[in-house]
Structure formats: C-alpha cells, structure tokens
C-alpha cells in the first residue's frame, strides 16, 4: 500500500466555499481514524492563513478547524497535515501556532517555477519535530529539467518529500509517468502526487503515479475538491483492490458516504467549463469566478478560459480574471 493522503478537508473546502464547519470535522476525522489513511489534511482550501475577501473568506478559522480535527483522530491513526502557501501563511502568525495544536505535517507550496519562496518556511519547520513535504502547485508549467531544478531547491531547505500538483488537471497518464520517471532518475526524493479531474483521468493518472514510482498519493473522498475535483479516494483503494492488493476499502466507503450525505449539492463533477479550464491548463479552483464574471459579463465562458490560459495565470491571481474578461470586452 502505498501511503494515500486524505486531502477532502481542505480541497473539499474550495467546492463549498470555505464553510467546512467543525462537527464535520469531527464526523470525518473519527471516521477516517477506522481507516489507514496516512494523513488527513484540513483547512480553508488556500490553506493556513489564506481566509481574505481575495481568495474567499472562511466561515471557521484555521484552529476551530485543526482542533476539532485533533480532537477526532485517534492516537497513532492519520497524521494531521496543513497546506501553506507563503504570502498567506506567516511563521509567528500561522505555523507556530499550528504547532502548538498539534499539527504533524507541513505542506508548503509554491507555484512550479518559485521554489526559492518556500525556503523561509521549510527551514523553520525543518527544525521542528514535524514532517515538512514541498508542493509545486501547477506542475505543468515548467519542462521537466526545470521541474528537477525546482525539487532540489526544496530538498535543499530540508523537505523530505516533494508533491506535484496537477492543479489545472492537465495532465494524462502518459504526462505523469515520464515526469515521474525523469525525477526517480535524478533524486532520491520521496515523491507524490495530486491530480484533478477536469479531463476525467485523475484516477488513472494517480495510478499511474503509483506505478511508475510516487509513494505519497493526494485523494478525496468523492473527489471532493476544486473545480472537477480531485482523484476519488474510495476509486483509487477500489482499483488497487482490483489489481489483487489486500484491501480494506469499507471505512473508505463510509468516509465517502459522509462527504456524499453531507454535500450533495456541491460534490464535483466534470463540466464544459472543467474541461476548459484542463485544456487551457488554468487553476481549477477559478471556476466559480469564471462563471460568475463571464455570465455578468454576457462572455462566452470558454473564451475566458482560453485566454486565462494564454495569460498562464496561476493560483492566487484570482483578482486578474475580471481584469482579463474586460480586456477581452474591450477588443
């Protein structure tokens, strides 16, 4: 079994606009603890500090969030992960604290290209007794030697795993396996991987991550994340149960079924506009954006997309959407 990291408590929270209450929290977490899930990641979907008016603002904080979380895991069962972008989450502010609660891994992401912004945090949680992974969010959008340049700055900092995202859900199996591939051949890094769905593939690319060599495997239950969503938790431990492996997928299927019962109208899903955004290789998580400044704008929500593309906007650039639907207005 490779080592699946349960990210339905922060990327579930992009698709129902960061209103995750804690007695779902509670709910999820007790049971995840019956499962063998490695870690549990929880938050507001941009990760720790990220609560604004530009990114969304949480209906619960950080730690109401994080506690009701520790409070439901059992001892020894998943570890308790947060995902933190710097620029939203500070050192004093956000990560000690964080700590201090009692928080086990710390996942600092940065766009592909912009590893060095990491290296603040890496370092300081490096001198922690907690575990700290690297995260290049869009992975796409670097060649894969500059992928390699990327994953050695974190690894320098003292990252002991480093996360490829496919936030935009680009990528085909075919794209995972020679990325993958090309890194086992120049680090010894323990990789892993987060797919989206926006071309339907994220079960199969995460399997592919597992077969050519990720031991860390991001999922959600339901798929529960932004955009499309994510790779389906309850599918990828289906498959591996199908392929012969030993497994216990019946807490799984009840963690599905909490995510299912609880958010029905908001559960993920595969769209024209999913679509578009993979095939323009754009944030997934734009998509309730897109909608809205597109229908109040009388634009064809597909042309938006492509020229967010063009532009290579990236996560965190949410205020520039309606400053290119203008543009595109105005020609």
Not at 48 to 63: C, F, N, Q, R, T
Not at 66 to 80: D, F, I, M, T, Y
Not at 83 to 105: M, Q, S, W
Not at 249 to 276: C, H, K, N, W
Request: hydrophobic share 40%.
């Amino acid at each position: 079994m490779k080592n699946f990291y349960d990210v339905t408590l922060r990327d579930g929270n992009h698709a129902i606009r960061h209103t995750l209450n804690p007695d779902f929290v509670k709910k999820y977490c007790s049971a995840a603890s019956e499962s063998d899930v490695w870690a549990v990641e929880v938050g507001h979907g941009n990760g720790l500090g990220a609560s604004s008016y530009l990114v969304g603002e949480s209906e619960y904080s950080d730690y109401e969030l994080l506690e009701a979380a520790r409070n439901s895991l059992n001892l020894g069962g998943p570890k308790l992960a947060v995902h933190t972008i710097p620029g939203f989450a500070t050192v004093k502010r956000d990560l000690g604290p964080a700590i201090n609660l009692g928080v086990e891994i710390f996942r600092v992401a940065t766009h592909v290209s912009e590893a060095s912004i990491s290296k603040r945090h890496i370092e300081y949680l490096a001198n922690k007794e907690v575990i700290v992974h690297g995260v290049l969010m869009m992975s796409h959008m670097i060649d894969i030697s500059g992928l390699i340049h990327q994953i050695k700055l974190m690894e320098s900092y003292g990252a002991t795993a480093i996360i490829l995202m496919d936030s935009a859900g680009y990528f085909l199996p075919e794209d995972v396996k020679n990325r993958i591939k090309a890194i086992k051949l120049e680090t010894e890094v323990t990789l892993g991987f987060h797919a989206h769905n926006n071309l339907g593939v994220a079960v199969s690319n995460a399997e592919a991550a597992i077969k050519f060599g990720a031991e860390i495997i991001d999922a959600a239950s339901m798929g529960f994340g932004a955009g499309a969503g994510n790779a389906q938790l309850e599918n990828i431990l289906a498959t591996r149960l199908r392929l012969g492996e030993e497994v216990d997928i019946a807490p799984y299927l009840r963690m599905s079924l909490l995510v299912e019962e609880g958010f029905q109208d908001s559960l993920p899903r595969t769209t024209s506009s999913s679509t578009q955004s993979g095939l323009s290789g754009v944030f997934s998580g734009y998509a309730p954006q897109v909608k809205q400044i597109s229908t109040e704008l009388g634009l064809d929500i597909n042309v938006l997309w492509g020229e967010l593309g063009k532009r290579k906007l990236v996560a965190g650039q949410e205020s520039m959407i309606r400053e290119v639907a203008q543009d595109l207005m105005n020609l």
